[in-house]
């Protein structure tokens, strides 16, 4: 693997390159060069996976005051998981890099959604033990925590129940939502929602479905509560 390429890639430096190698070995390649001494990436995933745990964990309760811990284990692990984990992989072009056996390569395995995973956590594991707790957090909020900023888990959130806990804590009011406006063809249609408190539009939000719309308007009221 190029090393070297990783890392201007990824603008991380590593002290121990065996770490970032056996990151990216695959149990297959350690079967197809047994005489080598090769170590595959199975512990460094194991690390990884609880540094991964516990960056999201710290970052989602210090960025989410409000967030009930019901709703914080949910949207955690739809960051975690299997499919979300390939997704960073793949943005990063990880696979490249992966030590493969022959026979893993020939059936695709470069880009097996459970193998990249695997890698990702490996990778954050060898990042962790090369350079501390500080840095993983940094590749997190560089690579991974922008994407929750930008919505791509807002499925996982239920952002009115939420809402509707903080209006309740402050001024013991509960909202309402209305759908103020439709647009586009029946194929692509949006939908404008807004979310009141009293008469006042405390928040607005546009989406492909009436819940989506809803969903949006009130993270925007907690935005605007919170600023």
């Known amino acids: 693997m190029n090393i070297a390429q990783l890392e201007q890639q990824l603008d991380i430096q590593f002290r121990d390159h065996n770490l970032i190698t056996q990151a990216f070995t695959h149990s297959s390649y350690v079967n197809e060069h047994r005489d080598e001494g090769y170590a595959d990436n199975e512990r460094l995933e194991f690390l990884g996976d609880a540094v991964l745990e516990l960056g999201v964990s710290q970052y989602l309760f210090r960025e989410h005051p409000h967030m009930p811990e019901g709703e914080m284990t949910k949207l955690r692990a739809s960051i975690v998981c299997e499919p979300s984990l390939a997704s960073f992989a793949r943005g990063l072009e990880l696979g490249q890099f992966i030590r493969l056996g022959k026979g893993e390569e020939q059936t695709g395995g470069r880009d097996r959604s459970a193998l990249l995973a695997d890698v990702f956590e490996a990778f954050l594991g060898a990042l962790y033990l090369d350079k501390g707790f500080n840095a993983s957090l940094q590749f997190l909020e560089t690579f991974v925590f922008p994407k929750i900023i930008n919505g791509a888990f807002s499925h996982a959130m239920d952002y009115k129940s939420q809402l509707q806990e903080l209006i309740q ?9 209305k759908i103020v406006e439709e647009r586009g063809p029946s194929h692509h249609k949006e939908f404008v929602a807004n979310v009141f408190l009293k008469d006042e ?27």
């Open 169 to 177: 804590q402050v001024r013991n009011h509960s909202v309402s939502y």
């Open 201 to 227: 539009v405390y928040g607005s939000g546009v989406g492909r479905t009436k819940k989506e719309a809803e969903q949006r308007a009130a993270k925007a009221a907690i935005d605007k509560y919170n600023v």
